[in-house]
């Protein structure tokens, strides 16, 4: 049903991207140089599309979300979301970073909270949805503790609940389950499909496993050591529901083989 | 294993586990004292050198209405020191952390200010404020200031660059920030802070008693020690220990019911 949902989006969606990145340069200067992290990039993202950014580590990819996400000003180029350009943190978009970062004084209710205290929404009115979420993502029965008496992979649900809560249409995230076990990151995959399904958001997601990158997406965009370039990109029209048995199938080994050619390439 | 749990997160838990890792160290105060008796009575020490606990425990009770009357502006006015300090250094520190223009133009003369010993400045403070309450009471904040400063400065600066990318990602204002993220961060540091600005304000006022010599356990004593009556002067020292731990003690009862949260580090 979700398959090629890009395609069949509603007519007024198409040919207005969701993300427009555009010509985006990104400098470093140091000392001694100026590096560059990001050469040129310029790539579009429908509304409603799970799409990944796949490179190896320190390719850049994740200055590249930080930029679409508003927390790093580009040098050159832009970035656009739903035709604005984006100059600083945009109300509808969440980000989850590489680690939970959660306030260890805070309830995980309370942490779910965070962003409706912060951009000042009525408290109110969105408990109930922080309580939907918590269901969703198993951790209902946590709401009253702390994160530190949570596992690595619950903190990391929270923090997904936490980007979620003030309902924005774009989701980005930031190697997301790089720091977790093998196990718990498939189970994290997984998930994070149910819930991209349930909410039906557009979702930008760094990664540097080309599996993680083929489960979840629709298209995967390749980038390439630094100074970053799209070096590729490949439509992943496996069918959806996915679930994790479909690694096995030789259509998810010819793209991952695909992927790891262009990355070494 | 839930209750267990929940045993160990309630405030009234932790306080009784606080309370019981205390029996050791009581067991071995109680042992000191009957080696102190003994010793005395079997080395024949003068009362004057060392009075055995038993005269110092007889002294106290003797004389209670008189430690009394000067424990009250001993623990008033070292708690004036302190609430001044507490108020002064936690403003200070929270404009350090929060403006570069503070922390480049003030910050250097704090430290330096630091290594000037406060107690030394007993004498000037009586030449501007006389030998009364103000010189005391102004002794003990210089000297509870700077953990105050120090300590809620560090706190804050300590807070997780990623937490307020976190927070900046929700476009959270620079006040939200301060106040759910740095102010929070920063509040074990601050009770560090408290716990040994508490004992420097009564240091402060000790000090301070001893040389305007007009009231307090301090001046008492003085008074003692000037009249050779040394089981007196090891009693107002007791009540003055007991003092200094029941201020100490509420910080720290305050502490865990404020921070009930897991703080990691140990501070």
């Not at chain 1, 049903?1 to 470093?28: C, E, F, N, W």
């Not at chain 2, 009581?26 to 008796?37: G, N």
């Not at chain 2, 560090?154 to 993220?181: C, E, H, N």
Request: contains cysteine; proline residues 5%; aromatic residues 8%.
């Amino acid at each position: 049903m979700r398959g090629g949902k890009s395609r069949d989006a509603p007519p007024q969606y198409m040919g207005l991207a969701h993300v427009r990145i555009i010509d985006v340069r990104k400098t470093y200067k140091t000392r001694r140089a100026s590096i560059d992290a990001i050469s040129s990039v310029t790539m579009q993202v429908a509304r409603g599309e799970f799409v990944s950014i796949l490179g190896p580590s320190g390719c850049g990819k994740s200055t590249l979300l930080m930029a679409v996400a508003g927390l790093l000003p580009v040098t050159e180029g832009r970035v656009e979301i739903d035709g604005e350009v984006v100059t600083g943190p945009r109300r509808d978009t969440g980000v989850v970073f590489q680690s939970p970062v959660l306030m260890p004084w805070r309830s995980i209710f309370k942490n779910v909270m965070f962003p409706i205290e912060a951009l000042g929404l009525p408290v109110r009115e969105y408990e109930a949805r922080a309580y939907e979420l918590l269901k969703l993502t198993g951790l209902d029965r946590f709401h009253d503790n702390y994160p530190t008496e949570l596992s690595g992979g619950m903190q990391q649900r929270v923090s997904i609940c936490r980007a979620l809560i003030h309902n924005p249409s774009l989701l980005l995230m930031d190697e997301p389950f790089s720091a977790l076990d093998a196990l718990t990151r498939e189970t994290m995959n997984q998930e994070l499909l149910r819930i991209w399904e349930e909410f039906q958001k557009t979702v930008l997601f760094v990664t540097h496993s080309i599996r993680e990158a083929v489960f979840l997406s629709d298209r995967v965009f390749v980038m390439s050591r630094r100074p970053a370039v799209i070096s590729k990109v490949v439509d992943v029209t496996l069918p959806r529901p996915r679930a994790l048995e479909i690694d096995e199938t030789p259509e998810f080994n010819a793209y991952v083989s695909d992927l790891r050619r262009a990355i070494e390439g | 294993m839930d209750e267990d749990h929940d045993y160990q997160r309630s405030v009234v838990g932790r306080l009784i586990a606080q309370a019981r890792s205390l029996t050791m160290p009581v067991i071995l105060t109680i042992a000191l004292l009957v080696v102190w008796e003994a010793a005395v009575a079997v080395l024949d020490v003068s009362v004057v050198t060392l009075p055995p606990p038993t005269t110092v425990a007889a002294a106290i009770f003797e004389h209670r209405d008189l430690l009394m009357q000067h424990s009250v502006p001993t623990t008033v006015e070292g708690l004036m020191g302190f609430g001044l300090a507490v108020v002064v250094g936690m403003g200070l520190g929270i404009l350090l952390a929060l403006s570069k223009f503070f922390r480049v133009a003030i910050y250097p003369l704090i430290v330096a200010f630091q290594v000037v010993p406060k107690v030394a400045l007993a004498p000037l403070f009586i030449v501007w404020f006389g030998l009364g309450m103000t010189s005391r009471v102004l002794l003990a904040f210089v000297i509870a200031f700077f953990p105050m400063v120090v300590n809620t400065f560090a706190g804050i600066q300590g807070t997780d660059p990623m937490m307020l990318r976190m927070a900046r990602s929700f476009s959270a204002t620079r006040w939200t920030v301060f106040r759910k993220i740095e102010f929070p961060n920063a509040l074990p540091y601050i009770f560090s802070g408290l716990k040994i600005g508490v004992t420097f304000a009564i240091i402060g006022i000790i000090v301070a008693e001893f040389v305007t010599a007009q009231r307090g356990l301090g001046y008492l004593i003085v008074f003692a020690e000037g009249n050779i009556d040394t089981p007196l002067l090891m009693a107002a020292l007791v009540v003055l220990s007991v003092i200094g731990l029941l201020l100490y003690g509420a910080i720290v009862v305050l502490e865990k019911v404020i921070i009930r949260w897991d703080v990691g580090q140990k501070l």
